[in-house]
T-cell receptor, first 112, second 113 residues
Framework: DAKTTQPPSMDCAEGRAANLPCNHS???????VYWYRQIHSQGPQYIIH???NNETNEMASLIITEDRKSSTLILPHATLRDTAVYYC?????????????FGQGTRLTINP | NAGVTQTPKFQVLKTGQSMTLQCAQD?????MSWYRQDPGMGLRLIHY???????DQGEVPNGYNVSRSTTEDFPLRLLSAAPSQTSVYFC????????????FGQGTRLTVV
C-alpha cells in the first residue's frame, strides 16, 4: 500500500481557509486519494476523494499535484466545528476488496 | 435511514469472557468492515466482508471472529477477551468494494479488565 505522510498538527483561525497537506510519493496509478475526518472520537466521516483531477464538494476541495505524489485538502472557510483529526488515505484494492489504511492524521485546531 | 448502527456503545468485560459487538446497516451496502482504534494510533482493519457469506481477515484479525449471514448485519465476536483488546471499535459499510465512500458507526468503547 502507498504510505501517506501528514503533519501531526495544524492551527487555523476561524473563517480562514485551512490547507492540509499530504504526501503520498509511492502512490500507484490506480489508487485514489481519500480524506476522512474524525471529530472527538466519533466515527470517521468521509470528506472527499479524487484520482488525478481536482475535486470540490460542499465540504471541501481536493488539489492533487500533477505527478500525484502529494495533495492538499482545503476547507475554504473553517469553523470551530471543523476541529478534528483529518486522515489522508490512499485506497488500495486488496484481493478485490477495498482497504482503507488510516495513518496518524493531522489534528486540526480551529481557533476563534 | 439510520445508517450504520453499533451496539453497545460501551462495554466492560472481564478477561476470558466472550461477547459480540453488533453492527447493522440499512443502506443495502455490499461491503462492511471492522476497525479498532487505540490511543495515539490510527484505525486498523480487523475483518471485512464483500457480501453475505464472504469474510476475510484484515490487518489485526487475531482474537476476533466475524460472520455475514445477511447483507445488513456484520457482528464481531471476541471469544476470550484479553486486556489487549481494550479499544474503540468502529464498523463501516460502503455500497461496493469499488471507489465509494465509507460510512462509519459511532463506535463501541470496550474495556477488558
Amino acid at each position: 500500500d502507498a504510505k501517506t505522510t501528514q503533519p501531526p498538527s495544524m492551527d487555523c483561525a476561524e473563517g480562514r481557509a485551512a490547507n492540509l497537506p499530504c504526501n503520498h510519493s509511492t502512490i500507484s496509478g490506480n489508487e485514489y486519494v481519500y480524506w476522512y475526518r474524525q471529530i472527538h472520537s466519533q466515527g470517521p466521516q468521509y470528506i472527499i476523494h479524487g484520482l488525478k483531477n481536482n475535486e470540490t464538494n460542499e465540504m471541501a476541495s481536493l488539489i492533487i499535484t500533477e505527478d500525484r505524489k502529494s495533495s492538499t485538502l482545503i476547507l475554504p472557510h473553517a469553523t470551530l466545528r471543523d476541529t478534528a483529526v483529518y486522515y489522508c488515505i490512499v485506497r488500495a484494492i486488496i484481493q478485490g476488496a477495498q482497504k482503507l489504511v488510516f495513518g496518524q492524521g493531522t489534528r486540526l485546531t480551529i481557533n476563534p | 435511514n439510520a445508517g450504520v448502527t453499533q451496539t453497545p456503545k460501551f462495554q466492560v468485560l472481564k478477561t476470558g469472557q466472550s461477547m459480540t459487538l453488533q453492527c447493522a446497516q440499512d443502506m443495502n451496502h455490499e461491503y462492511m468492515s471492522w476497525y479498532r482504534q487505540d490511543p495515539g494510533m490510527g484505525l486498523r482493519l480487523i475483518h471485512y466482508s464483500v457480501g453475505a457469506g464472504i469474510t476475510d481477515q484484515g490487518e489485526v484479525p487475531n482474537g476476533y471472529n466475524v460472520s455475514r449471514s445477511t447483507t445488513e448485519d456484520f457482528p464481531l465476536r471476541l471469544l476470550s477477551a484479553a486486556p489487549s483488546q481494550t479499544s474503540v471499535y468502529f464498523c463501516a459499510s460502503s455500497y461496493s468494494m469499488r471507489n465509494t465512500e465509507a460510512f462509519f458507526g459511532q463506535g463501541t468503547r470496550l474495556t477488558v479488565v
